[in-house]
């Protein structure tokens, strides 16, 4: 398994059995310090062509994309328990070993995505809200102080994303 650190024991755990269970991707490099941030992009499902556009720019730019869940072209939602858990365990590993996140809130419905960015916002993780300009995608949650918003209004969102993500590498490295 990869040298990621679960902050929660209880979700070292989870991480674990999923892992066993052929759950988590065991060839997943550990993120190394000097590494450029390593950022998880949420969505909404229905936006993963639109999260994997994201994740591609990114990788472009030099960040390590952890989130896995957008690659798949046949990414669903899952009908059981087991495949629920599988898909959990799998999103849950992938946002313990980031550093951002990048949420895409500004079309769709943003379910577990807001799950998503409450349990990074949970870590102390900063997170660049993308919301649209109508203030649709946008909850209580996009109030808290690691939280940089973006208005997703189609004009350069990609090199203001980055520029924030950027800053927040910048911000890393001083510290």
């Given at each position: 398994m990869?040298s990621a650190?679960?902050?929660?024991p209880?979700v070292a755990?989870l991480?674990e059995r999923?892992?066993l269970a052929g759950?988590v991707?065991s060839?997943m490099p550990p993120?190394?310090l000097g590494?450029?941030l390593?950022?998880?992009v949420?969505?909404?499902?229905?936006?993963?062509?639109?999260?994997?556009h994201?994740?591609?720019?990114?990788r472009?730019?030099?960040?390590a994309?952890?989130?896995?869940?957008h690659?798949s072209?046949?990414a669903?939602?899952?009908?059981?328990d087991?495949?629920r858990f599988?898909v959990?365990?799998?999103?849950?590993?992938?946002l313990e070993?980031c550093d951002?996140?990048l949420a895409l809130?500004?079309?769709?419905?943003?379910?577990a995505t807001f799950?998503?960015?409450?349990?990074?916002?949970?870590?102390?993780k900063?997170?660049?809200?993308?919301?649209?300009a109508?203030?649709?995608g946008?909850?209580?949650?996009?109030?808290?102080?690691?939280?940089r918003r973006?208005?997703?209004?189609?004009?350069?969102a990609?090199?203001r994303i980055?520029?924030?993500l950027?800053a927040?590498?910048?911000?890393?490295?001083?510290?």
């Amino acid at each position: 398994m990869s040298s990621a650190t679960f902050h929660d024991p209880a979700v070292a755990r989870l991480v674990e059995r999923a892992y066993l269970a052929g759950g988590v991707d065991s060839h997943m490099p550990p993120i190394r310090l000097g590494q450029r941030l390593a950022v998880y992009v949420a969505a909404p499902l229905a936006q993963r062509s639109v999260a994997e556009h994201f994740a591609a720019a990114l990788r472009n730019h030099g960040f390590a994309v952890v989130s896995r869940w957008h690659r798949s072209s046949d990414a669903r939602d899952p009908s059981s328990d087991a495949e629920r858990f599988r898909v959990l365990s799998g999103n849950i590993a992938d946002l313990e070993r980031c550093d951002a996140m990048l949420a895409l809130c500004h079309a769709g419905t943003p379910r577990a995505t807001f799950g998503e960015i409450t349990w990074t916002l949970r870590q102390q993780k900063p997170v660049v809200w993308a919301h649209h300009a109508d203030g649709s995608g946008r909850n209580i949650f996009d109030a808290h102080k690691l939280v940089r918003r973006v208005v997703f209004d189609g004009s350069n969102a990609v090199g203001r994303i980055i520029a924030e993500l950027d800053a927040l590498a910048r911000e890393r490295d001083a510290s």
